[in-house]
């Protein structure tokens, strides 16, 4: 990840705007006026950025689509609605039943311990099917995980959207097929919806998913930053991180599914915001690993709201994320209690840090933004979020 971090800073990123410039004029829709492309949208992340870039800087007309995730925030929904309606476009969101959605999730939770399957799944093939059913080959994502993150791909490689990326990785090696066959109580009627489009569909349509990252320099405190400043983006605390603007949307991303990923693989997502902060010159070391022991001791305080949208008891749940523990990572004690083998706690001053580190250049400051609701006078319409 530090590797391909490092492109970055010496990659000629005019050269790779104007490749995708080219790419995108391939795209651009001389038939109909309608949609040139698709652009998956949420309350938060990147979808400002995203948007922005593409109607502004590429000149494409593109379709928002979104997959409404149940765990939705008062701020995400105010985003969303005016995201559809500041940047002027149209906009199509699923919601699927609640009531499905539980089924799914208590499912999910046991075979996967995940509470999040249905968005991840929902969120990378609801922008397909749509591409698909109404012909639009284009679908333009942000920055790909696999390469911003964890250094799995180059921005050389021009990785684009994949079933197998999706199925390995997205959605933890369980189609929607897959959790039908291993489930007593989840129906092939309950999972329609996410469905991955079959190869022939898509080759007929053409269907291709870029991602922005590859040509552009990705920096998503940057461009959230011009976002709150051209759109008035808003942000707000994270209960287990120092990143006041990614996850905003969600009541449990930064709350209790970070403590399910602590608890499977040992570390959180204050960690992946540390690593990335000190990629970009932001962070010491040090510092990086002070805010890994700050906030990862905090416990989350949306356990309860969970359970009870699931119907489901804390001893039973607890249960199932613990038997999704790595091995390698934790150890039990004879008393029941788990054990972290090892943490970056542990390495604050291993040998060699001072030869390869990196002098932050700014500070890594988050801005909170307070809530954003329409004042009184505020003569506007804003788009219906809830549905």
Known sequence: GCRVHEEKDTLDWGLRLEKLKKIADTYRNKSRTLHDCIIPVSGARDSYFIVHFVKNVLGLKPLLVSYNKQYNTDVGIRQLAYLKTNLGCDAMQMTISPERAKRITRETVEKLGSMYWHILAGQTVFPVQVAVRFKIPLIIWGAHQGLDQVGMFSHLDEVEMTRRYRKDHDIMGLEAEDLVAQSKTVKMADVEQFIYPHDKELELVGVRGLYLGNYVRWDSKAQHEQMIASYGYETAPQQRTFDTYNDVDCFHYSGLHDEIKF?????????????????????????????????GKVKPNDVALFLSWLGMPENEFWAHIDAHRDPAIWSREPSGAWTLKDHISNHAKDHGGDDVRLAPKEPCDFVLTGPRAPGPTEEKYTLIGRG
């Open 263 to 295: 608890r499977k693989w040992g570390y959180g997502k204050v960690t992946d915001h540390a690593a990335r902060e000190l990629r970009l010159k932001r962070l010491t070391r040090e510092e990086g690993i002070a805010l890994i022991e700050n906030f």
